[in-house]
């Protein structure tokens, strides 16, 4: 298995444990079923989710790539989860019925037109949480933002800045 | 180092748990020599084992059994929720044990005073606060003032508040008791990586461990007591982790399971003489189910804060901790720093799109704040089995029922408004409040103490009032919630039952 497939996994074991969207697949069937499958929801699925997730969290110092990574485990989580790509499967017919193009087909205004519309809808939960969970679990975004991540590899921030502030009144 | 028992072995004390409650009781057992076995369904991690990571870790440590209704986040670990804790501990005041007749008889509430008083008590404080290395009590100097701990005391000095203090939490602020001092990791909620902070993993496990009187079983998870025809419990039943069962003889039984696992051992209990559960003749077993009132607001302040570079909670403001009927109702509540991680503040930030986004961009700029306050117990609150799912274990499935009382909505918007008009003051902006239940989770009173045993499940030791030889040693117990966090209250109430369990036994009582 490849350092990206390892991140990969552990990335999809943490979310699904974490939002609980796949609760009930327990840690045992995770890992049996990964290993037997690797399979790819096609990249159609991918764009469009790309286009989602930028218009769920838009950051314009973030590029695509690092939107792209996240997506790409999200969907691998389908190969282990099947009522998670019936759930894709439902956001994207339902994107694509919003109008007459398909959803892909739309500018900006109307992409978020056909968001919003199905934002009541079960899926657009699940497909908010997943998404919001690798993004901002992405070291990439972490260091765009100016979170940490974690650090007691680096001895905590106790001698790392954790009493420093400057733009508070003084204290009486 | 650690024994172990005999299966048949009638003679020892088995403690079902291994955390703030079980943890404690079983080490204060073990060290007057009285023999001890824990049983605990979860496994035993090493510190290498807590990573910086949320997800994992919950999945490492976290309790991810079915369960039905309100939501609670518990662990099922050795250290039990002492794993997951952020380690604030402020003690209970005087009325707080004295609800019933400090407040009256709230609309809708079932509240009565505590069969003990805060001077009973007060010395056990003292050895819990000793024993957990409470910052700013034995010597031990207050804890290291983070920024968020600055934002919130400059904020609610402009409020007016006095009683605001850095001190109160049972992370080492300097090396004490075999652990190190706290190195400002953050991520308090997925264990703490060095042992600054105080959990039953590494400080009672193993001290107990040290004594010859103590045997730790883990992945054990218990199904059932059995009782015998004289009322005594007899034997505790519980599945290895191979699945396979066995009955583990005892002389008493204290199950500190934290509240949920607590009600669904005791009702799954149930026999042709406790028809409706192990102890539970008053019908008052799961009722009464308190979680406190919480809620978590984020701010955005003008300039960084970095509240990621430090402990979840440095400290707390105690200034709306008494009870001041004026506010328009009951009890008080707690002011104490927050701090989390960038997955767990998107979570916390409503809506989706740019202005959301915008938000979460300037992480570094947000300020937080916990609220812990009075909750008063309810009938209608309570956790049951559900009458046909089972879990892997063939056991009954918890169904959780809660809902809000109208004081703790009151006091829950007070909060709210407060901790609004401190970050104000500093000219920060609220992007995120919770209005309704809070994501904290203090579990308490589903095996109320009581005077009388109609009112509860357990007389002032936590003993059953209906079995002698069986005890209830987690928050459980608590008869009201007061305002302060639990754990403390929970080890304290742990180590006085300890000294009256060795005291019984002593006489043959037990």
């Keep these: 298995m490849s350092d990206s497939n390892i991140t990969r996994r552990r990335f999809i074991v943490a979310a699904i444990t974490f939002t609980g969207f796949a609760s009930g697949v327990s840690m045992l069937r995770l890992s049996e079923a990964w290993a037997q499958s690797d399979a790819d929801p096609g990249q159609d699925t991918l764009d469009g989710m790309i286009r989602v997730a930028r218009l769920l969290y838009p950051h314009d110092s973030i590029s695509d790539a690092v939107y792209a990574e996240v997506l790409d485990g999200i969907l691998a989580a389908t190969a282990i989860d099947a009522s998670f790509a019936d759930t894709l499967k439902t956001a994207e017919a339902a994107l694509d019925g919003h109008q007459e193009e398909a959803f892909m087909d739309l500018d900006h205004d109307a992409q978020l037109a056909a968001l919003r519309a199905v934002e009541g809808e079960g899926f657009f939960a699940a497909i908010q949480a997943s998404v919001r969970f690798g993004l901002y679990g992405h070291p990439a975004v972490w260091q765009l933002i100016g979170y940490g991540g974690p650090s007691y590899q680096d001895g905590g921030y106790l001698h790392r800045g954790a009493g420093d502030i400057d733009w508070l009144p003084e204290a009486d | ?510």
């Design chain 2, 1 to 510: 180092m650690a024994r172990t028992y005999n299966m048949n072995d009638d003679s020892v004390v088995v403690v079902i748990g291994s955390g703030a409650g079980g943890g404690t009781l079983s080490n204060e057992l073990a060290q007057k020599g009285i023999d001890v076995v824990c049983l605990e369904a979860g496994s035993r991690l090493a510190l290498t084992d807590i990573e910086n990571d949320p997800g994992l870790m919950n999945g490492r440590m976290g309790w991810n059994d079915a369960r039905m209704g309100t939501a609670v986040w518990l662990c099922k670990t050795v250290g039990g929720t002492t794993m997951r804790w952020s380690g604030i501990t402020p003690r209970f005041q005087e009325h707080e044990l004295k609800p019933r007749s400090t407040y009256g008889l709230l609309d809708d509430t079932t509240l009565i005073d505590w069969p003990l008083t805060l001077d009973e008590l007060a010395p056990y404080y003292d050895k819990a606060e000793f024993k957990m290395g409470v910052s700013g009590t034995h010597d031990i100097p207050p804890s290291f003032e983070t920024s968020m701990y600055k934002v919130l005391r400059a904020g609610g000095l402009k409020m007016g508040y006095k009683e605001i203090t850095s001190a109160r939490t049972a992370i080492n602020p300097l090396a004490r008791d075999g652990r190190p001092g706290c190195l400002q990791i953050g991520f308090c909620h997925s264990g703490c990586r060095i042992g600054a902070k105080w959990s039953t993993l590494y400080t009672e496990v193993p001290k107990a461990e040290s004594t010859d009187h103590f045997e730790l079983r883990t992945g054990a998870m218990v199904l059932k007591i059995n009782h015998n025809d004289n009322g005594k419990v007899t034997g505790v039943v519980y599945s290895d982790e191979a699945g396979a069962v066995h009955e583990q003889k005892v002389r008493a039984v204290a199950i500190a399971g934290n509240v949920v696992e607590t009600t669904r051992l005791l009702m799954n209990s149930a026999s042709a003489r406790h028809p409706d559960g192990l102890g539970n003749s008053s019908g008052q077993l799961g009722r009464n189910y308190m979680r406190h009132v919480t809620t978590g607001v984020y701010a955005v302040m003008p300039g960084e804060v970095n509240f990621h570079r430090g402990t979840r909670q440095s400290g707390l403001i105690m200034d709306e901790q008494y009870h001041q009927a004026d506010r328009g109702f009951a009890g008080g509540y707690f002011i104490e720093t927050g701090a989390t991680d960038l997955q767990s503040l998107a979570g916390a930030i409503p809506g989706w799109g740019e202005e959301a986004a915008g938000h979460i961009e300037k992480y570094s700029q947000m300020a937080s704040v916990f609220v812990s306050g009075e909750d008063p117990p309810q009938a209608r609150n309570r956790i049951t089995l559900h009458p046909s799912e089972k879990d892997q274990n063939g056991l009954a499935v918890p169904v959780i029922d809660y809902a809000m009382h109208p004081n703790s909505t009151l006091m829950q918007q007070h909060a709210n408004i407060k901790s609004t008009e401190l970050f104000e003051s500093l000219g920060g902006s609220v992007v995120s409040k919770i209005e309704g239940i809070g994501y904290g989770c203090h579990n308490m009173g589903v095996a109320r103490m009581s005077e009388n045993p109609t009112d509860g499940v357990t007389n002032r030791w936590g003993q059953a009032h209906d079995i002698p030889n069986l005890f209830v040693s987690d928050g459980s117990l608590f008869t009201s919630s007061a305002a302060a966090n639990p754990t403390l209250t929970i080890v304290a109430l742990a180590i006085r039952q300890a000294d009256h369990i060795a005291e019984r036994m002593s006489r043959r009582e037990l």
